[in-house]
T-cell receptor
């Protein structure tokens, strides 16, 4: 079955630590995205990549970094510079910018600072 | 700039009909999507509108008026499992999706 997999499902981070969230897709989608969702709020775009080895900042990129070395993978690192990282993180992919189905989402990673 | 507005919460009764509205102002328009998201889970695709009018898909329908910057999602014969958040998202001229804050729907017996 094709899909998009995020891991881990739950992640705890200590103050000052960097953590990396994994996102892998086997849908052969060109574009991948990272969103942050805070309780009761909508999705805010962190980073996106429309092609391998290229990525762009979204609306709230500060304190985050990404890489896109393979088409299938788009890991997100939450750095110590992100002062309020506790949130639900969603990875998504799409076949390209024009798709009548929008994005396919992973099941999310819930990050908590302890 | 881009702005997408939805009501924060709605409550409805099992078996009833509910309409969730979405108004938007975006730089260019290339389609509007509705997603369903159960708590702690991934959003799942419900509908897509790019032309004015009503798209019907089983118990769910979605309407779009581009001139008014307005859409609604209509849910009929509500079931308890329809309790979820409903996200409106607009694809802009740059083909990026911008999401509204979501509407949390509670279905009561």
């Amino acid at each position: 079955d094709g899909g998009i997999t995020q891991s881990p499902k739950y992640l705890f981070r200590k103050e000052g630590q960097n953590v990396t969230l994994s996102c892998e897709q086997n849908l052969n989608h060109d574009a991948m995205y990272w969103y942050r969702q805070d309780p009761g709020q909508g999705l805010r775009l962190i980073y996106y990549s429309q092609i391998v080895n290229d990525f762009q900042k979204g609306d709230i990129a500060e304190g985050y970094s990404v890489s896109r070395e393979k088409k299938e993978s788009f890991p997100l690192t939450v750095t110590s510079a992100q002062k309020n990282p506790t949130a639900f993180y969603l990875c998504a992919s799409s076949i390209g910018p024009i798709s009548n189905y929008g994005y396919t989402f992973g099941s999310g990673t819930r990050l908590t600072v302890v | 700039g881009q702005n997408i507005d939805q009501p924060t919460e709605m409550t409805a009764t099992e078996g009833a009909i509910v309409q969730i509205n979405c108004t938007y102002q975006t730089s260019g328009f290339n389609g509007l999507f509705w997603y369903q998201q159960h708590a702690g889970e991934a959003p799942t695709f419900l509908s897509y509108n790019v032309l004015d009018g009503l798209e019907e898909k089983g118990r769910f329908s979605s309407f779009l008026s581009r001139s008014k910057g307005y859409s609604y999602l209509l849910l009929k014969e509500l079931q308890m499992k329809d309790s979820a958040s409903y996200l409106c998202a607009v694809r802009n001229a740059g083909n990026m999706l911008t999401f509204g804050g979501g509407t949390r729907l509670m279905v009561k017996p």
